[in-house]
């Protein structure tokens, strides 16, 4: 048997633990595994490595095969092309690791059953059913490789012992943290289990009047304030609040980055009537949440995905392409196969994205709800930032 392998879309820390969890499968039941360089850019350009061969890298961050954003339908005779290249190659089946681009590809290949592994920082990718409340059981795809890593990053950035509430405090600073997520905010949302004062994503459209009459009565207040924002957050009636159309991708994607400055550019000229605005700060980490080496639960289900992809191709249990999804149930992360017909595609045949879901998020106030809480609580590693809530509370005077 002969398997393929591709990484596609902005790296992740735990890639290169699936790429090499698939690995050790192939070799321990003598199948050669053929990783594509360069997500389907090594696709259209047969331009492969065979993974059997290549020392294990699972310890490190990113990708060992490299990656690419290409959208096979953007390339001349791209779908045929790709089709060709899997077909000489006579694979048995096709692991694809990515977002929503890069699994949107699948569609178009007919020939080899693919097996799709989520991944991205953004959380974008499952099914949340929700009515009045949520079911952790009930979500397809609890998770996307990534987040988790990424998730602890930013409670890090935005907490009160280890974040930037400390600076923002003595120095009686406005400190606006920015977050990767372009269309969807669960980046940014998580930050909310760090209690900073306002969160601010793009799936509900930021009233900007509104808010700085929130700010400034917080800020008169306690003479600091938190406030989270998503790179690709939108205010009412203005779009994006920074996105450059110039630099677009294969997708159309603008070139999102820059949201926090934008933001402190606009509150250090509307508010400078109330107080000096010279302490209003922008603090951007973009790469940092995607890059280094991943924590403890994506390790773990990320090894976990790498066994079970090429385990389905060795048991002929791939007919058609799946989606491998991250269960979780009975207290525990399970690895299920889900038909890629069970998520609708978009009329532009892409695959669908999640967004946070109005349970999740408290638009009065700008806030994370308890039910959110609730959902994050089965991700993050509590012990971590098990902190001295009652001195903290009393050393800054609020809340």
Known sequence: MIIGILTGGGDVPPLNSVLFSARKKTV??????????????????NDTVLMNNSKDFSC??????????????????GVEKANSVISSLELDGLIIIGGDDTLSNA??????????????????????????????????NYFTLGYPTAIEKIISFASYDTGIRTTAYSHER???????????????????????????????????TEFCN????????????????????TMKGAGYIKANYQESDDYNHP????????????????????????????????????????NR????????????????????KVNEHIFL???YKNGEYQIEPVPLSKFSKTKDDRFPKRSVPPLFYDMKNYKITPIAKQYFSKIIDEEKFNINEKLLKEYYGFH
């Open 60 to 77: 490190i961050g990113g990708t060992f095969l490299k990656s690419s954003r290409v959208n096979l339908q953007s390339v001349n005779n």
């Open 174 to 208: 406005i400190m606006i943290l920015e977050s990767m997520g372009m269309h969807s905010g669960w980046l940014a949302l998580a930050a909310g289990m760090a209690n900073p004062d306002f969160v601010i994503i793009p799936e509900f459209p930021l009233d900007y």
């Open 325 to 327: 999804s991250t269960q």
């Open 255 to 294: 070139r999102f980055g820059g949201a926090s400055y934008a933001l402190r550019d606009m509150l250090k000229r509307d508010l400078e009537r109330y107080f000096n605005t010279r302490n209003i700060n922008a603090v951007n980490p973009s790469y940092i949440y995607r890059s280094g080496i991943p």
């Open 28 to 45: 321990e039941n003598n199948v050669e595994l053929i990783g594509f360089k360069n997500g389907w850019l090594g696709v259209l350009n």
């Open 107 to 140: 569609y178009y290949i007919s020939e080899t059953p693919c097996i799709l592994i989520s991944k991205t920082i953004d959380n974008d990718i499952g099914i949340i059913p929700t009515e009045d409340t949520i079911v952790p059981e009930n979500i397809i």
């Open 297 to 316: 639960l994506d390790k773990e289900v990320s090894e976990k995905l790498g066994e079970i992809a090429i385990s389905k191709i060795l048991n002929h």
């Open 214 to 233: 929130k700010l400034v009565s917080l800020y008169q207040k306690q003479h600091h304030a938190i406030i989270v924002i998503a790179e690709g957050a």
